[in-house]
């Protein structure tokens, strides 16, 4: 069986072919970048919209299927950007009227956790979930995924793109300060924001931006801001790990292709005598194969959505929805 995924929740746009033993048959990816600034709605929408067409094309090239192979059609319905989501949606319910085939909703952020899940071999992980607009400390329970621990202001890829931006370079700023902190050294004293098991970066940011205007070298800075902020998620992780008695724990998310952030989780797990595990890096930001995945999930529990119905959900929180295929 196969099923085709298409993500749009943000900046990008991408196309995925995923079998039923999560092999990933063709993936196709498109990342809108602007020029200036961060991401603008509509102007990612438009983006998408465009480069569609040519990415189902090279995904279904590259896995060598025709339309007839495709059993269903997955769909990112949400979080994130309405026009964005709007432009993915509006490709599924094309392929699904024009290939006779069930559409099928994936919650975006569900599908960061399954595709890590499924790869990590683990039954029970619980879940970091580091990307652009969430962090999330998660764990499954009685149906759904349950958020522990969270963020309560802005996720921390929106963090470090938007220091990023402020201190004159372009989206996404992750991979950038990741370039720069592997030069610094000397660690900056930043606000170390964890209340319980959330977390804030708003204070950090206006912190760090001060400290820039003081001149500090860029590279310590960079390497001051990833310490302190991965610390906080090593940290509310951890207290996740002992209150719910679990050994075992899976990255997902586009800031998941951070090393640093890899190696410090890993070394907290492994202390603890757990093991830990992150995908790869093209399965750690938004791709379709992770919505085909969990589309391939959700089909087989019997989760599917009427063309007519299938509006997009810009706020679908990851406790939103329920989880019916790991019920059992
Ligand atoms: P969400 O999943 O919350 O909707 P998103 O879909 O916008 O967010 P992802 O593609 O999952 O985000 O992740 C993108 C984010 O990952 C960006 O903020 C980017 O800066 C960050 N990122 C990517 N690579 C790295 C890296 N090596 N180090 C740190 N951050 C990174
Ligand atoms: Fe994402």
Redesign the pocket.
């Known amino acids: 069986m196969v099923i085709l995924g298409i993500e749009s929740?943000?900046?990008?746009a991408s196309v995925g072919l995923v079998s039923e033993r999560a092999e990933v048959l063709g993936l196709a990816s498109d990342m809108y970048r602007p020029t200036k600034g961060g991401i603008h709605p509509r102007e990612a929408a438009n983006h998408h919209v465009e480069q569609f067409p040519a990415l189902v094309r090279r995904a279904m090239d590259a896995a060598h299927l025709q339309p007839s192979d495709v059993e269903a059609i997955a769909f990112s319905q949400g979080?994130?950007l309405g026009p964005c989501l709007r432009a993915g949606a509006t490709v599924a319910r094309m392929l699904s009227l024009a290939w006779g085939r069930p559409l099928v909703p994936v919650n975006?952020?569900v599908a960061?956790i399954e595709i890590a899940r499924v790869l990590s071999g683990m039954e029970d992980p619980l879940l970091l979930y580091a990307?652009?607009?969430?962090t999330q400390v998660i764990a499954y329970g009685r149906g759904r995924y349950r958020v522990l621990g969270e963020t309560l202001d802005i996720?921390i890829?929106?963090f470090?793109?938007k220091l990023w931006i402020e201190l004159g370079g372009t989206f996404?700023?992750?991979?950038a300060?990741?370039a720069e902190a592997k030069r610094g050294s000397e660690l900056l004293v930043l606000p170390y924001s964890v209340h319980g098991m959330d977390v804030t970066f708003s204070g950090i940011l206006t912190a760090a931006l001060a400290l820039h205007a003081r001149g500090v070298p860029l590279a310590d800075l960079a390497y001051s801001v990833e310490v302190t902020t991965y610390s906080m998620l090593t940290e509310i992780t951890e207290r996740a790990l002992a209150h719910r008695r679990r050994d075992t724990v899976v990255l997902g998310?586009?800031?998941a292709?951070?090393e640093r952030l890899r190696t410090m989780v890993r070394t907290m797990v492994e202390a603890r005598g757990g093991t830990m595990f992150a995908p790869p890096r093209s399965l750690c930001?938004?791709n379709g194969a992770m919505i085909a995945w969990t589309g391939y999930l959700a089909l087989r529990a019997g989760v599917t959505i009427p063309v007519e119905e299938s509006v997009i959900e810009p706020r679908q929180r990851t406790d939103l929805v329920l989880a019916p295929w790991r019920t059992g």
Do not use: I, K, M, Q
Not at 172 to 175: A, D, F, T
């Open positions: 929740t943000a900046h990008t979080p994130g975006h952020c960061h990307s652009g607009g969430n996720g890829g929106n470090l793109d996404p700023g992750g991979p300060l990741e998310g586009g800031v292709c951070n930001v938004d």
